[in-house]
T-cell receptor
Framework: AQSVTQLGSHVSVSEGALVLLRCNYS??????LFWYVQYPNQGLQLLLK??????LVKGINGFEAEFKKSETSFHLTKPSAHMSDAAEYFC????????????FGAGTQVVVTP | DTEVTQTPKHLVMGMTNKKSLKCEQH?????MYWYKQKAKKPPELMFV???????INESVPSRFSPECPNSSLLNLHLHALQPEDSALYLC??????????????FGNGTRLTVT
């Protein structure tokens, strides 16, 4: 079975600083990996996804993530944090034939300080 | 704006009430999902419908009853709920259930409070 671990349940960054959210996955077969963002009182919105094409994936709102098979990681970064980036971020994994069963990480709450 | 619409946005119900949550999408997706999300937790899968047929039930109590009247609509009927069922209920869709590399498209959820 596949799973993801998000390191750090809470991250505080200064406006303009680098945002780095860590995600490690476990899967015995090639994974599909996703990052979602959830703003208060909203559903989850896809930031980006890795589906075995390019290992460096660019997403919306200036975010990107790099798939590193040797490290089983899919960390999310943004060079310069904006106040609007304050939200909950979820890493998720699925594999072929998993029939819609997406495994979510526990989530990381991002706080952006002026 | 989300392409998956959920109503109502908020619902307060007593433990003896019967209510329904509704979800609608017009993207032509053939798989639809119900998730339950408690505060500060990731979403938990409840049900999956594929081509209007229930394909996954994650051992959800029978007080939750899903229904998929057509390919665009998904309902969740609620009856005799418990206070611990209070949560955000999220609907989502994908083009097809077997498309493991397709992202879920989420609605904004219904915030349910059981008193």
């Amino acid at each position: 079975a596949q799973s993801v671990t998000q390191l750090g349940s809470h991250v505080s960054v200064s406006e303009g600083a680098l945002v780095l959210l860590r995600c490690n996955y476990s899967s015995s077969v090639p994974p599909y990996l996703f990052w979602y963002v959830q703003y208060p009182n909203q559903g989850l919105q896809l930031l980006l996804k890795y589906t075995s094409a390019a290992t460096l994936v660019k997403g919306i709102n200036g975010f990107e993530a790099e798939f590193k098979k040797s490290e089983t990681s899919f960390h999310l970064t943004k060079p310069s944090a904006h106040m609007s980036d304050a939200a909950e971020y979820f890493c998720a994994v699925s594999v072929a034939d998993s029939w819609g069963k997406l495994q979510f990480g526990a989530g990381t709450q991002v706080v952006v300080t002026p | 704006d989300t392409e998956v619409t959920q109503t109502p946005k908020h619902l307060v119900m007593g433990m003896t009430n019967k209510k329904s949550l509704k979800c609608e999408q017009h993207m032509g997706h053939r798989a639809m999902y119900w998730y339950k999300q408690k505060a500060k937790k990731p979403p938990e899968l409840m049900f999956v419908y594929s081509y209007e047929k229930l394909s996954i039930n994650e051992s959800v109590p029978s007080r939750f009853s899903p229904e998929c009247p057509n390919s665009s609509l998904l309902n969740l009927h609620l009856h005799a709920l418990q206070p611990e069922d209070s949560a955000l209920y999220l609907c989502a869709s994908t083009p097809g259930q077997g498309d493991s590399n397709s992202p879920l498209h989420f609605g904004n959820g219904t915030r349910l409070t059981v008193t």
